[in-house]
């Protein structure tokens, strides 16, 4: 066991490292770094000032070379590309993510500062998903072939098919002050005057501008958790020990819940932890965007957009790292969950 882990863990360094290499050769190649997009800030904020557009030609002709080289010594593009691909991974070593070029804040401290909308995503997604699918896809198994599995996988197939993003439009249009009705807000987890309001008030407060973009996030997940719970239900039932545990005279509920129930669950039990730690981590942006949440997701974008390298490759560089790790702890709880499975054996 102890030296699959440290095989796994070793096996994990090339991985970070070509992650981390090829975004770092990418992003040489990217047009409009950081500087140029400083520069096009100052000139656009310049020509505002000036009111007109002659302001903004004399703020781009005051941008001279000097400032130019100043701003590529102060954020380190004077250096040669590989001293900074060395610098980076020194870094990332020590856990430091470095600093914004554009918001001028540690790494750490930014992604911080989203997390607890994206932990409010990404948490009740995953317990939304699993409350609903695994007791719909075991009901399915039951039920095989029957009207209600035919009409259940319908309409999660339905929803599978339909990007979360059209639905949150669809819904904004319908149910956020679109065309018809205005019974959600579109902006934000809480209320401006959320501090305000009772323990109760706050509950409600917070899953009110929850309902919507909760819906658009799990609505794709039903389908894959719940054909999954119901394949490997259907595939339990069918085996030898059930019919020998039926043959005793067991009860359909107790051969179920018994029998079945422990090994049915091992692929979902199993891959609780990548689940859990991806709906924090995938980055809904498009959701978040559209409701206006600013969460990891729309972080990333806007970090890619504005070329903020250090965030895109501090975030790069985290998300990756956890990945691996949770990569890894899942395959181990295969032989939590079956004592049968035993990793780096003679027989592997």
Aim: hydrophobic share 50%.
């Amino acid at each position: 066991m102890w030296a699959y882990v440290l095989k796994r863990i070793a096996l994990m360094l090339p991985t970070l490292l070509g992650a981390l290499t090829v975004t770092f050769v990418v992003m040489q190649f990217v047009p409009g770094g950081p500087v140029e997009q400083i520069m096009a800030e100052a000139r656009a904020t310049a020509g505002g000032g000036a009111g007109g557009e002659g302001g903004g030609y004399k703020a781009g002709r005051d941008l001279d070379k000097k400032q130019r080289a100043e701003l590529m010594k102060l954020y380190g593009f004077d250096k040669p590309a590989y001293l900074r691909y060395f610098e980076m991974l020194g870094n990332f070593a020590r856990f430091d993510l470095g600093r914004s070029f554009l918001q001028n804040k540690a790494v750490w401290q930014l992604i911080k500062d989203k997390l607890p909308v994206s932990i409010s995503l990404g948490l009740w997604t995953f317990l939304v998903s699993y409350l609903v699918s695994v007791p719909l896809g075991v009901a399915k198994a039951v039920r095989e072939g029957s009207r209600f599995d035919v009409a259940s996988t319908f309409l999660v197939l339905l929803g599978y098919a339909v990007p979360g993003f059209v639905l949150g439009v669809l819904l904004i249009v319908l149910f956020a002050g679109g065309s018809f009705l205005e019974w959600f807000p579109l902006r934000g987890l809480t209320s401006d005057h959320w501090a305000e309001l009772s323990a109760w008030g706050k509950v409600k407060d917070y899953f009110w501008h929850l309902t919507l973009p909760l819906i658009c996030l799990v609505i794709h997940s039903f389908a894959t958790i719940t054909l999954l719970t119901k394949n490997t239900f259907v595939e339990e039932i069918r085996k030898q020990y059930v019919l020998v545990a039926r043959a005793k005279g067991l009860s359909q509920q107790r051969v179920l819940y018994k029998h079945i129930f422990r090994n049915a669950l091992i692929p979902l039990v199993t891959g609780f932890p990548a689940a859990f730690i991806g709906a924090f981590f995938t980055g809904a942006v498009l959701i978040e965007t559209l409701f206006s949440l600013d969460g990891l997701g729309l972080l990333s974008y806007e970090s890619i957009v504005r070329r903020d390298y250090p965030v895109v490759l501090g975030s790069l560089y985290l998300f990756t790292l956890i990945a691996l790790v949770v990569k890894l702890v899942s395959d181990l709880l295969y032989t939590v969950v079956d004592p049968r499975v035993q990793f780096g054996s003679a027989g592997r």
